[in-house]
Every structure is written in C-alpha cells, then in structure tokens.
Nanobody, 111 residues
Framework: QVQLVESGGGLVQPGGSLRLSCVVS????????TSWYRQAPGKQRELVAS???????NYASSVKGRFTISRDNTKNTVYLQMNSLKPEDTALYTC?????WGQGTQVTVSS
C-alpha cells in the first residue's frame, strides 16, 4: 500500500523559510510525478509545484522564484523548499502522487 507522509511544517515569520518533506513508501518511487498542493481555509486547493520522474518542475505563478521542489530518489523523498514566505502562503500543504494523497502538514506564516 502506497503511503505519503509529510513533515516540516510549522509557524514562521514573514520572510522566513521552511523545508517540507514527503516520504513515499510502498511504490516504485522513481517512476511517478509528485506534487505539492495547498489549501487555505475557505479557499480551493491549488497546485503549488510538481516534479516529474525525469526531474522537470512546474510551479504556480504565486510561488515561482520563492519555492523549489526537488527529489532524492535514494530516500524516496520529495522536498519543497519555501523561502521568502508570506502570510498568504499559510495553508495545509499536502503531497500527491497519483492516486494517493498524504495527510498534510500545516504551514502558518505570521508575525
């Protein structure tokens, strides 16, 4: 059974940084694309970033230049490095790898 487990969320001040991790187990990690989504209270879930098996990346325009998605195939892990965080980045961040979702990790940006 495929499991996605996120970690790394927390409370950070505006301008700060966090690195989220998504560990994938129970499947062949290198084959599939993996994505990070986020959902803020009262808003729809949105795609933040994705990375293909070949390492190609895609970002939402709102995070481009501030966030970086990467993967470590030796650790079956996908990372989301988030810099220059803003209050509007506050959300539950969830890892997705078709057809499975993780449970999410909360990111709160506040002074």
């Amino acid at each position: 059974q495929v499991q996605l487990v996120e970690s790394g969320g927390g409370l950070v001040q505006p301008g700060g940084s966090l690195r989220l991790s998504c560990v994938v187990s129970g499947s062949t990690f290198t084959i599939y694309a993996t994505s990070w989504y986020r959902q803020a209270p009262g808003k729809q879930r949105e795609l933040v970033a994705s990375i293909t098996s070949g390492g190609s990346t895609n970002y939402a325009s709102s995070v481009k230049g501030r966030f970086t998605i990467s993967r470590d195939n030796t650790k079956n892990t996908v990372y989301l490095q988030m810099n220059s965080l803003k209050p509007e980045d506050t959300a539950l961040y969830t890892c997705y790898r078709y057809p499975n979702w993780g449970q999410g990790t909360q990111v709160t940006v506040s002074s």
